[in-house]
């Protein structure tokens, strides 16, 4: 099984705080991994994926394949990053016959 | 976005009837995922499949049914709704760069 875990449910910080976001991987393959995000009552979105190796939002994940973790980490966090943060795999190639398990997800919240 | 939706936006059923959710996409993605979203529980897997008539089970599959009979409908049917279905449902399907959501079916069993 390939499956992602996110520690924490909750994180909450003020504005312009850092901010990581937790997630580990166990993996039988090359793990292919993204952050989604999830603003109030919307759907979620793609945030980042770690082939990319974009910045968004001033949002970065590394892979760290000797700690199995790809946490997503923000500078100086803002108001408007509150929201829920799923990380999720790829089994193998896009479209994978496997079964696909997110993270439980977590809640970031920004206080100003 | 990504030509992909959802039907209905909001439902309200009574125990016991049974319910039926449509996903439908305009991009001939091949797989195609029912997830239900709780609290607490993140994102959980009910069914997927992989084309026309193929489909497997997810973890959550207790209670719901799906078909796929062309390529961009993939129904999920709750043959007879309890309140523990009482969840927001998103359909997503996978392309080159991940998955693409639908804006979820909010459904509450009463």
């Known amino acids: 099984a390939q499956r992602v875990t996110q520690p924490e449910k909750l994180l909450s910080v003020f504005k312009g705080a850092p901010v990581e976001l937790k997630c580990n991987y166990s993996?039988?393959?090359?793990?292919?991994l993204f952050w989604y995000v999830q603003y109030s009552r919307q759907r979620l979105q793609l945030l980042l994926r770690?082939?990319s190796r974009e910045s968004i939002k001033g949002f970065t994940a590394d892979l760290n394949k000797g700690e199995t973790s790809f946490h997503l980490k923000k500078p100086f966090a803002q108001e408007e990053d509150s929201a829920m943060y799923y990380c999720?795999?790829?089994?193998?190639?896009?479209?994978?016959?496997?079964?696909?398990?997110f993270g439980k997800g977590i809640t970031l919240s920004v206080r100003p | 976005d990504a030509g992909i939706t959802q039907s209905p936006r909001h439902k309200v059923t009574e125990t016991g009837t049974p319910v039926t959710l449509r996903c439908h996409q305009t991009?001939?993605?091949?797989?195609m995922y029912w997830y239900r979203q709780d609290p607490g529980h993140g994102l959980r897997l009910i069914h997927y499949s992989y084309g026309v008539k193929d489909t497997d089970k997810g973890e959550v599959s207790d209670g719901y049914s799906v078909s796929r009979s062309k390529t961009e409908d993939f129904l999920l049917t709750l043959e007879s709704a309890t309140s523990s279905q009482t969840s927001v449902y998103f359909c997503a399907i996978i392309g080159t760069y991940g998955y693409t959501f639908g804006s979820g079916t909010r459904l509450t069993v009463v």
């Open positions: 999720a795999p790829l089994g193998g190639r896009a479209g994978a016959n496997s079964k696909l398990t």
């Open positions: 993996y039988s393959g090359s793990p292919e």
């Open positions: 770690h082939i």
């Open positions: 991009e001939n993605h091949r797989y």
